[in-house]
């Protein structure tokens, strides 16, 4: 089905060079992922919370607070990469993995824990 529809891609490279792991270092109860996670979800403006990664375990952990990770990241994985093209090839890998298309895709860093659903809100409200 090709309806269109809203995305949330999350980055979270396992290969963090100043703090290894940070994506999934605890931050309160949680792993500094699962805030961006539960704040994409709880905002209620997207069919699909997506995480892009290139790590099994950030997949294992952000699988468990309920965001989809149907495959690991293929390109755009190391330093050099920028997070728009990290999010472009998520992108293509997720219309081609669902056949879906997406009206507007949301990029998300893992590492903002602060950002909470009624800022997603606030934000989408702006940007449409």
């Known amino acids: 089905n090709m309806v269109t529809k809203n995305i949330a891609i999350i980055l979270a490279r396992g290969g963090s060079k100043r703090l290894p792991k940070k994506n999934i270092l605890k931050l309160g109860k949680k792993p500094m992922i699962a805030w961006s996670i539960k704040a994409a979800i709880d905002s209620g403006k997207f069919h699909r919370v997506l995480v892009s990664t290139d790590d099994k375990k950030i997949a294992k952990i952000a699988k468990k607070y309920k965001a989809e990770v149907p495959f690991l990241r293929l390109k755009a994985l190391d330093d050099f990469s920028t997070s728009s093209m990290a999010t472009y090839y998520a992108l293509l890998q997720a219309e081609k993995f669902w056949g879906e298309k997406y009206e507007t895709v949301a990029q998300?860093?893992?590492?903002?824990?602060?950002?909470?659903?009624?800022?997603?809100?606030?934000?989408?409200?702006?940007?449409?």
Do not use: E, V
């Open 108 to 128: 998300l860093m893992a590492n903002c824990p602060l950002r909470t659903a009624q800022d997603i809100k606030k934000s989408m409200l702006i940007f449409n």
